[in-house]
């Protein structure tokens, strides 16, 4: 009968919460490719999505790889990404090079989960800050990404930040991670873009990440009406995906929804840029 008990105790601690997610030892995990150093000043294309954990399926993979035929983007910011804790490499990146921020390991499946950015150079510096405060249901903290480019013909820099905000928190707990993210973007004097699902499925949400984007002199990627109806939304709330930038000019008419997919519960948000500072 003990051992009986025994075995009950084990199964039931794969799912609490305690004993199941774990916070990794790694602040990154990178690619390790060696690129070219300088992004093209002339088209920078962004693709920002979260992919809800679905890299392990084929649908997804059919999905990405299509995106990257057809769009061809110079940067890839990706929400909810799960890697294998055996260190396997996460494929579809091939000419890319990318740098995986997890926020926690989930023990019963053996896997990470985090956030990726990706790009076809290689980054000149990272960082990572990962909030004070945990969602309450599995105690986990969300990351930020900060990776930084050279851009060709320029000595500035341009700062990218990908993010995925603090979820089923207080206000409070909301406005101390904006907070902290902001503090850091700060000190960037360059061209910037800030990316992410900023979970802003409430209008106070909403209002306190349109307060720090326009401290920090950001402009929103411009989406037409009929393409920003179809960013994930809960029912009639704010969108919770954006594209944000600084000190570039955004191509016009380039923002766009690509509703075609389906492997996720968001929609991809692609944007293109150009940067022509002298």
């Known amino acids: 009968m003990s051992d009986i008990k025994e075995n009950v105790v084990t199964f039931a601690k794969q799912f609490l919460p305690y004993y199941r997610f774990i916070r990794p030892p790694e602040s990154t995990i990178d690619s390790g490719h060696i690129l070219p150093t300088e992004l093209n000043s002339n088209s920078i294309k962004v693709l920002n999505w979260n992919i809800a954990k679905n890299n392990f399926e084929k649908f997804w993979f059919q999905d990405f790889f299509k995106l990257q035929r057809e769009c061809q983007p110079d940067l890839i910011f990706l929400q909810e990404v799960r890697m294998g804790l055996g260190m396997e490499q996460i494929v579809g990146f091939k000419n890319m090079s990318w740098a995986y921020a997890p926020n926690f390991i989930d023990a ?54 990908n993010s995925h905000l603090i979820n089923f928190v207080d206000l409070e707990k909301f406005k101390a991670q904006l907070h902290e993210l902001e503090l850091a973007i700060s000190t960037h004097t360059g061209p910037i873009i800030f990316a992410g699902d900023f979970n802003t499925w409430s209008r106070k949400r909403a209002v306190l990440l349109e307060k720090t984007v326009i401290r920090l002199g950001l402009k929103e990627a411009h989406f037409a009406p009929d393409e920003s109806k179809k960013i994930k939304r809960f029912l009639l709330s704010p969108p919770l995906d954006y594209i944000f930038y600084r000190g570039l000019k955004e191509k016009r008419s380039s923002a766009r929804v690509l509703d075609e997919i389906c492997s996720s519960d968001h929609k991809p948000l692609l944007a293109e840029f150009t940067y022509d500072h002298i």
């Open 108 to 161: 019963h499946h053996q896997t990470y989960s985090g956030i990726l950015t990706a790009a076809k150079i290689s980054a000149i510096a990272k960082k990572v800050i990962v909030t004070k405060h945990h969602e309450p249901l599995f105690k986990t903290p969300k990351v930020s990404l900060f990776t930084e480019y050279s851009l060709s013909h320029h000595h500035e820099t341009l700062l990218t930040i």
